[in-house]
């Protein structure tokens, strides 16, 4: 697994900060979604860049253990060969996050 993104949490609940890979740099946002459609409607959408783009999701899940909370997240775009698929998880810091890829 590799950290691909670093975040830190605003007062309203966004997530905001940037992904690198080989491929990929880009300004992100996580939004709160408000209200569920459905149980399994994203907690987070994200928006890339200053223009807004929605290129993924975000779910509020909990570890096995129930003792810490995260973020399952997709991001997806036509010019991706696949989904991404990653965590957003806290750090030792408060208030920063990384996002940690798996495939």
């Given at each position: 697994m590799a950290t691909i993104g670093t975040f830190t949490r605003n007062?309203?609940?966004t997530f905001q900060g940037s992904i690198r890979t080989l491929t990929l740099n880009t300004k992100v946002r996580f939004v709160p979604t408000g209200v569920a459609e459905s149980d399994k409607a994203p907690d987070l959408?994200?928006?890339a860049g200053n223009n807004g783009i929605e290129f993924g999701a975000a779910w509020t899940k909990r570890t096995k253990d129930g003792a810490r909370v995260y973020h399952s997240v997709k991001l997806d775009d036509p010019s991706f060969p696949n989904p991404i698929y990653a965590?957003?998880?806290e750090t030792a810091d408060a208030n920063?996050?990384?996002l940690v890829w798996s495939r």
């Open positions: 007062q309203d609940g959408r994200a928006y965590s957003l998880v920063t996050f990384s």
